[in-house]
C-alpha cells in the first residue's frame, strides 16, 4: 500500500515507479467513477488555491472541474492580481495561503517559484507547470498511452522538438516506467543535462532506455509513440522567429511518421501551432490522441489531488 499524503509534486524525479503506478492506477479508478457517475467526494470541504503566472486553458479548467468533483472548491488567482505584485514574497504567500486552502496549485515561469512555495507552505504544492517541468501533464500523457497500448514498458516514446519543460517531464515517468524514451531535437536545444542523467539512471533502474539523438526520421523510427509540443514556450515569444527557423526539420508532418509503426499514436500537449511543430493531417489523423490526452488531465490530476489533499491509500 503507497500513500501520498502530504506530498509535493513538484517534479517526477522525486516519485518511485511504486508511486508513479500508484497514481496512474487512481487516475483510472478516477476515469471510471466518473465515466459511471458514481460519487467520489474524497475531497468533500477542502480547497485549493490556483495560482496562475502565465495563461491556461486545460490546467485551469481540469483542476477547477476536478476538484469540484472531487467535492471541494477552487479558487483561481492570477498572480497579477495578488499581492505578489506588489511585492509581498513568494514565502509570506504560501504562509498565508496555508491558513486557508488545504492545497496550492501552481503555474510559473521559474521553478524556483513552486520550489520556494513548497518549501514554506504546510499543505501539498502541485507544480501546474514550470519552464523545468510539467508533472501532470506526464501523468495524463502515462495514463493515454496505458489505455491506447495496453502498457508501457519496453514502448517505443519518441519527443521530438525543443527540450522543454514538457519533454523533461515526458522523459523522466518514461524511463521510470521502463519505456525506451527516444528525445530528437536541434542542437543547442537539448534537455537541461540535468535531466538527461536522470534519465539514463531511471532506465537503468528500470529496464527501459533513454536515447538523444538530432536526426528526427532516425528518431521516429518504429516509434509506438510520437510526442511533440511547441517550438516556443510561454516566455519564449522573443525567439519565435528564430526557432520557427531552426526547428522546421522537426515538424512532426506526414512525410516523419511514416517512419514510425503503422499503429503509433501521436500526441501534443496542447496547445498545437498547427502548420509549426505539427502539421493539420498529423494532429487530426485517426492516430492522434490528443483529446483523448486532454482529457486525461481531468482524471490524473483528481487522482493526484486525492492522493496528497486527502491521504486515501492506494
Ligand atoms: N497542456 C497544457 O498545460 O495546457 P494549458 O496551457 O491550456 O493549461
Ligand atoms: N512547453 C509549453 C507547454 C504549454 C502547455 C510551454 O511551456 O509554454
Redesign the pocket.
Known sequence: VVSLAGRDVLCLQDFTREELETILKTAEMMKIWNKIGKPHRVLEGKTLAMIFQ???????ISFEVGIYQLGGYGLYLNAQDLQLRRGETIADTARVLSRYVDGIMA?VYAHKDVEDLAKYASVPVIN??SDFS?PC?ALADYQTILEKKGRIAGLKIVYVGDGNNVAHSLMIAGTKLGANVVVATPEGYEPDPKVIKWAEQNAAESGGSFELLHDPVKAVKDADVIYTDVWASMGQEAEAEQRRKIFQPFQVNRDLVKHAKPDHIFMH???AHRGEEVTDDVVDSPNSVVFDE?EN?LHAQKAVMALVMGGIKV
Open positions: 502565465k495563461p491556461s486553458t486545460r490546467t485551469r503555474r501546474g507547470l510539467h501533464q500537449c496542447l496547445p486532454a488531465r
